[in-house]
């Protein structure tokens, strides 16, 4: 990890070695379903009937799912260890 890459700790604002050597590094990816391509694998596996494994090699094998967001965090490990994290508070602050 590079210095440029460092942040302090996402709970206590403090720099990732007031707790030891050790530390987490979280990396949190928001992704939404893509229901069109859904409905196109679906309709894929419908036409082959019991053949399902194949339709994944005959399709175009795109995307289910979109990242919209890409969240990294650091936590320091005394915070790891002691606070609980509702993942859905990271990206909306």
């Known amino acids: 990890m590079k210095l440029s ?3 302090n700790c996402y709970f206590c604002d403090k720099g990732m070695a007031h707790a030891g050597i050790a530390f987490y590094k ?3 990816d928001y992704l939404i379903l893509d229901l069109n391509a859904i ?3 679906q309709g894929l596996e419908l036409q082959l009937g019991k053949a399902a494994p194949l339709a994944s090699v005959l399709g175009p094998n ?3 799912a979109k990242s919209v967001q890409l969240k990294e965090i650091c936590v320091c490990l005394d915070c790891a260890l002691t606070k609980s994290l509702v ?3 990271v990206g909306n602050e």
């Open 5 to 7: 890459e460092f942040t």
């Open 26 to 28: 979280l990396t949190l």
């Open 39 to 41: 409905r196109r694998a």
């Open 62 to 64: 795109e995307d289910l």
């Open 87 to 89: 993942i859905g508070e």
